[in-house]
């Protein structure tokens, strides 16, 4: 299965949910390979950290990349693509060659406005790929705020999907995208929970 993890705004945690499903699918045993299709590089950022990484991390930013998906993934349970924000001709290649594609909003009013572009991406794609899994994860959640419950009432009422495992906003995440680890390598427990459930998800929601 080919994931992509899109959001034509930045700053919403794209680059660390796709390094972190990477990581919780590795760690289930499965042969998995993460592509980093932003310009800016910080997913091959964090692999570099890391004394050996757990799996292969790739720079693919080029609007080709549903023309070569093919011949990528043939070696791999899973491909994971974190994808770049304001970059439409690589992020309509990416929709094109992706399974599912994950839409990860913070709880802000501001991120619902700006993902409506992403969304109307996928639209346009829907015709060519009326199979694709598309779902909306709200990422850097603070405890059971009132606006973390809005952003999700919000997308549920215009009909979007969206995951039921949240992530929330942790220290352990940030600091481990700059160090090259991820939660499983620290002593954060819900950080951990959080990543195994919303990764299951995400295999479920597999058609």
Not at 52 to 59: C, D, L, S, T
Not at 144 to 159: F, H, P, Q, V, W
């Amino acid at each position: 299965m080919i994931i992509a993890f899109l959001n034509q705004k930045g700053g919403v945690g794209k680059t660390t949910l796709a390094i972190h499903l990477a990581a919780e699918l590795n760690k289930r045993g499965l042969k998995v390979l993460l592509i980093d299709s932003d310009p800016q590089g910080s997913a091959l950022g964090w692999s570099a950290a890391r004394a050996e990484a757990p799996f292969p991390v790739i720079g693919m930013p080029k609007p080709t990349i549903h023309r070569e998906i093919a011949a990528i993934a043939a070696d791999y349970d899973h491909v994971v693509i974190d994808g770049p924000p304001r970059v439409t001709d690589l992020a309509k290649s990416i929709i094109a060659a992706s399974d599912q594609v994950i839409i990860p909003v913070t709880p802000s009013s501001f991120d619902l406005w700006a993902a409506d572009e992403t969304v109307k991406l996928i639209e346009e794609a829907l015709p060519f790929k009326p199979d694709l899994v598309r779902r909306f994860v709200v990422n850097k959640k603070v405890g059971s705020t009132t606006i973390g419950k809005d952003i999700r009432a919000a997308l549920e009422a215009a009909s979007y999907t969206v995951c039921m495992s949240d992530i929330g906003q942790r220290v352990a995440f940030a600091e481990c995208v700059a160090s090259g680890k991820t939660v499983h390598d620290t002593g954060d427990r819900r950080a951990q929970e959080e990543i195994q459930n919303f990764t299951t998800e995400v295999l479920d929601n597999a058609r």
